[in-house]
């Protein structure tokens, strides 16, 4: 199992960002995290990424424990957070050979060239990132997240803002990256997790409401159409009955 998270809870003051929340994803699998906006997706990527502790619960990332063996789970992660946050006064290539030195890369210009081949950078590889498009400021956010060949990807809203070109070139890229890892990738598209994931996971104010692959879902869907008579429905209207505030 790459990643299993057990009862996580963590709460900000009174308020419970994640209430209890467990699930598992497999070697191998790409896993979509849905909810709307504050439901608590990027409280638990921060805290599988070890970046924040948990108030509750345990999670362990290809065998490891968050609690112990943080810098173990922190090697076999690539994390590409909601902001990504980057140098904008760094060139391209300049950026990746200082995140290829956090990792202690030995072979540092072979990884960089390889991760500038995968995201498809060529173009702009002698560029500031601070004049880049936004399209291509995600490919270096994606870039330093797989430099260090990590099992894991954990995207938090990778595609929010691209324009439609970019979002199809993106989404190859991500369906690319998960032929041979594991990945857990945040977003609001519905169409997007068809397009791309094995398994969906719906979190409504820190609480999952749903955990299906694709075509269970879209059995959930169909019998929700059935019982609402309405076959009309889109899968975002079923987001939104899941995850709608009373
Ligand atoms: P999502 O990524 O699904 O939009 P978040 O995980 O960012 O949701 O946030 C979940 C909830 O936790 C929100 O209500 C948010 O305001 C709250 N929250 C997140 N970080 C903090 C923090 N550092 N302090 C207080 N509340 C926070
Ligand atoms: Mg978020």
């Known amino acids: 199992m790459s990643i299993i998270t057990s009862n996580v809870s963590k709460v900000y003051g009174t308020q419970y960002a994640l209430n209890n929340v467990s699930f598992e994803v497999q070697k191998g699998e790409i896993v979509g995290f849905l909810g709307p906006n504050g439901a608590g997706k990027s409280t638990m990527m921060k805290i599988i990424t070890c970046f924040i502790p948990p108030t509750a619960g345990d999670v362990s990332v290809c065998g490891f424990d968050i609690w112990n063996d943080s810098l173990e789970v922190r090697k076999r992660i690539g994390y590409l957070s909601e902001s990504n946050p980057l140098y904008y006064d760094m060139y391209v290539k300049e950026f990746l050979e200082f995140i290829a030195g956090i990792y202690h890369l030995k072979n540092v210009k072979q990884c960089i060239g390889e991760v500038i081949e995968m995201t498809r950078l060529e173009i702009e590889q002698h560029k500031k990132i ?23 990807l954990i995207l938090d809203e990778p595609t929010t803002g691209l324009d439609p070109n970019q979002l199809v070139e993106f989404r190859e890229l991500i369906r690319q990256c998960g032929k041979k890892k594991t990945v857990l990738l945040s977003t609001h598209i519905m169409q997007e997790v068809e397009a791309m994931c094995n398994r969906v996971i719906i979190i409504n104010k820190g609480n999952i409401v749903a955990n299906n692959t694709m075509s269970e879902l879209k059995e959930k869907v169909i019998s929700y159409k059935k019982s609402k008579r309405d076959y009309e429905m889109s899968m975002e209207e079923v987001f939104h009955f899941l995850t709608k505030s009373d």
């Open 130 to 152: 601070g004049a880049l498009s936004r399209g291509y400021r995600q490919r270096v956010g994606l870039a330093q997240a797989l430099i260090h060949n990590p099992e894991v």
